[in-house]
Nanobody, 125 residues
């Protein structure tokens, strides 16, 4: 059974940093793109960041560019999202996702086949 499990979400103050982790099991994603999405209550899930299978290419939403950094370790089947200078607008549930296709990196939610359950990030002002 394929599983993606996020962790690291918690309550932090605005301006602080947080690192989210995504641990994959059940299959390897070393040849697949992976990404982070987030969703606020009552809103659609939005793209945050994506990383290619070889980590050479990364994509970021404009709202997080320069503040967030996505990374992965294929040997550990894991991915991370380093979030700096958090603001109240970053207060949402973050999801990690993995593509089913090989050697391709998507940036839309419909392109990702596997999803985690999400981890809540709360930013106090």
């Amino acid at each position: 059974q394929v599983q993606l499990v996020e962790s690291g979400g918690r309550l932090v103050q605005a301006g602080c940093s947080l690192r989210l982790s995504c641990a994959a099991s059940g299959r390897t994603f070393r040849n697949s793109g992976m990404g982070w999405f987030r969703q606020a209550p009552g809103k659609e899930r939005e793209f945050v960041a994506a990383i290619s299978w070889h980590s050479l290419t990364t994509y970021y939403a404009d709202s997080v560019k320069g503040r967030f950094t996505i990374s992965r370790d294929n040997a550990k089947n894991a991915m991370w999202l380093q979030m700096n200078t958090l603001n109240p607008e970053d207060r949402v549930v973050y999801y990690c996702a993995a593509d089913l296709r090989t050697y391709y990196t998507g940036t839309h939610s419909y392109e990702f086949h596997y999803w985690g359950q999400g981890t809540q990030v709360t930013v106090s002002s």
